[in-house]
């Protein structure tokens, strides 16, 4: 299995910008397909934005779409979101993902950071 922690959240304005790591640790982590996801209060956890094993391959929720940008180093072991044009509706505790298969769908995902937080104030 893969440990995973995130880091890099924050407060900040509306249109600010944020990055998010998620540092990896365990065996073979290069192999592991990526996701962030994210949770508000009194919502269900969603799909953020995804990335496979090599970094080629990348999918985004459309509300984040042109703002939001999922890259890994698997040299460093660690997946980022760089988050800009931050607004309001964007809080929420960002949580990183790791498992076998590229999906949205946060059943997928075998391994799970302890999130961040991340508040925009508007």
């Known amino acids: 299995q893969v440990q995973l922690v995130e880091s890099g959240g924050g407060l900040v304005q509306a249109g600010d910008s944020l990055r998010l790591s998620c540092a990896a640790s365990?065996?073979?982590?290069?192999?592991?397909?990526m996701g962030w996801f994210r949770q508000a209060p009194g919502k269900e956890r969603e799909f953020v934005a995804a990335?496979?094993?090599?970094?080629?391959?990348?999918y985004y929720a459309d509300s984040v779409k042109g703002r939001f940008t999922i890259s890994r180093d698997n040299a460093k072991n660690t997946a980022y979101l760089q988050m800009n044009s931050l607004k309001a509706e964007d809080t929420a505790v960002y949580y990183c993902a790791a498992g076998d298969i590229m999906s949205t769908l946060k059943t997928r995902y075998e391994s799970w950071g302890q999130g961040t937080q991340v508040t925009v104030s508007s």
């Open positions: 990335i496979n094993w090599n970094g080629g391959n990348t």
């Open positions: 365990g065996r073979t982590v290069s192999r592991y397909n």
